[in-house]
């Protein structure tokens, strides 16, 4: 599993200042990492700096646009946690307009 931010990023974008829920988030991170590499298709490699197998070399090849349509998809989860989502498996309407321009083909 590849995470396209870290914890700190993150927490520091949600209303957390224990460490109680370390564990879910970092889940959540990487299942927002899986949908929007999966949003961004076969464009995903190229954007974000992928290795061939898959690996993340280096965090600071994610575009700022990318990191944050992730954090925005954690956030959503963090924040529906005892709710069903409106649209299950879409990625809420903030991470998408980030990632447009990066889709191929871009979704409409």
Known sequence: MVALVGLDEVKGALPVSHSDDDAQIADMIEAASEMVIGYLDTRAAAVIGLSEGGELPDM???????????????QDMYDQLDEKPEVRGALPFRAERLLYRYADPPCV
């Not at 600071?60 to 954690?74: E, F, G, L």
């Open 60 to 74: 600071s090849t994610v575009p700022a646009a990318v990191r944050r349509a992730v954090i925005v998809c954690v």
